[in-house]
């Protein structure tokens, strides 16, 4: 049977509390119990991108800095072997340079296990922790193509080969790199203007990138996290004031509206398939009271359960990333600039159980 049909329209998404003034539903740990959120990594706004090596270690694609990319930052690569309990330092994908930052990144494995990572960010950005002033208005910089064999210790940085939009201009880069149906990389870019948001493809493991498919001619699809769902299918979680869903039947080749996954003020959204089959969506919410919700769908996205909880925050947040880990429980990562327990910009984690957490 599937969960629950009456969340197939707009509304859906509003709601905070349940009827009758009774608490939020949230996750829950294997006890039962609502699990804590935990500092992974501090000072920085973060926008994690989760990847799990073959060896099982999980890498946190993040911006560096506490602000949201208002001065100079990098990309960097954060990993963890025990689960997200402890994190530490790897690498830099994307060093930023002098008046820029790099900080809109996309991440992924290759078919032969190397991390790739696309890398865009802004031109006029001030030194740390000054504001940005009344200079020329800032422009998207040129995506870099970053790679690394080593678990992302050290790069490979190609500064000049991929390629702009059919539009003419630079694409912002946002989500997995994952591979279709047809064994090739594809990732995401996106102008935030009509019809201007794009799937490439890579024909050579992530070394190069082209054939960009327009994944809509008039919508506005803003940081939109593809996911290959087997076959040629894919699902989009794409930002417009709130999470429409997109889906494409081709490999990702051609794509249709289907239905509206949030309300306003609830995105962007990371899809992650569990081990009993179900799909989660992850996203954050960012009306009061601000946190990051799930949704699970046990019928390939046709319907999505009322969301659940997973943590709280106030101010800036969100951006949230899942993974399963190999004892079924679900990690999952966000930034905020505070939190209840926190009083500044971080990366948090969540460790939950998906298999007790019902909404």
């Not at 003034?21 to 994690?48: F, H, L, M, Q, T």
Request: glycine fraction near 14%; charged fraction near 20%; charge should be positive.
């Amino acid at each position: 049977m599937h969960l629950l049909r009456a969340t197939m329209f707009l509304g859906f998404g509003l709601l905070a509390v349940a009827a009758g003034g009774a608490e939020r539903a949230y996750v829950k740990s294997p006890g039962g119990e609502r699990p804590k959120p935990a500092v992974a990594i501090d000072n920085v706004c973060a926008w994690p991108n989760l990847t799990v090596l073959r060896d099982g270690t999980i890498i946190a694609t993040i911006f560096n800095q506490p602000c949201h990319g208002l001065w100079e930052g990098d990309v960097e690569c954060w990993g963890s072997a025990d689960g997200g309990r402890t994190w530490t330092l790897r690498g830099t994908p994307a060093p930023h340079e002098p008046g820029t930052n790099r900080m809109n990144v996309a991440a992924g494995l290759a078919a032969n296990g190397d991390l790739v990572v696309v890398a865009s960010g802004w031109s006029h950005r001030p030194p740390k922790g000054q504001k940005a002033g009344h200079g020329p208005p800032a422009h998207t910089l040129a995506p870099w193509i970053s790679r690394s064999a080593d678990g992302g210790k050290t790069w490979s940085i190609d500064r000049t080969s991929f390629p702009k939009t059919p539009v003419g201009d630079h694409g912002v880069p946002f989500g997995d790199i994952l591979a279709g149906k047809d064994g090739l990389l594809r990732v995401a870019m996106y102008r935030g203007k009509p019809g201007e948001t794009f799937v490439f493809r890579s024909p050579d493991d992530g070394k190069t990138w082209g054939e960009p498919a327009r994944m809509s001619k008039d919508a506005v699809i803003d940081e939109p996290a593809i996911f290959h769902a087997g076959g040629g299918k894919w699902l989009a979680a794409s930002r417009d004031n709130g999470l429409d869903l997109d889906v494409s039947g081709d490999d990702a080749t051609t794509w249709q509206r289907r239905r509206k996954l949030t309300g306003a003020q609830q995105h962007p959204g990371h899809f992650t398939r569990l081990k009993d089959g179900r799909l989660l969506l992850s996203y954050g919410n960012r009306v009061d009271p601000k946190g990051v919700d799930v949704r699970f769908s046990d019928d390939e996205g046709k319907t999505w359960s009322e969301p659940l909880r997973v943590t709280d925050f106030q101010g800036d947040g969100g951006y949230p990333s899942s993974v399963q880990l190999p004892g079924g429980q679900v990690l999952t990562a966000f930034y905020a600039s505070r939190t209840a327990s926190h009083p500044g910009y971080h990366m948090g984690v969540v460790v939950w159980d998906p298999r007790v957490s019902k909404p």
